[in-house]
């Protein structure tokens, strides 16, 4: 685990990501912290998105998007408008 924390820190720099112990369901707590230790995102993530590289590509795609919102650079709004749009060439495609 101290491996995937370690990538995990690489990929969300200059933001730290921390890893909680196993809960009662078998997944953990997955904190991301600023430069001064407050929090800025909390997921919960199973052992499978920890272990499989594609599931662990995605779960960093996600946090660095909410990130992104968290920060105030990039809107919902413009988060859907975008999947409704690869929605729609998708069909036509």
Known sequence: MERIC???NDALSPYQARLDALDSTGNRQLSV???HGAVILQRKVSPRQLQEQQLLVDLVDGLHR???IAEGRLQPCVIAALQHQRQIQGTFA
Request: no cysteine.
């Open 66 to 68: 909410d990130l992104q």
């Open 33 to 35: 912290h600023d430069e």
């Open 6 to 8: 370690r990538l995990l």
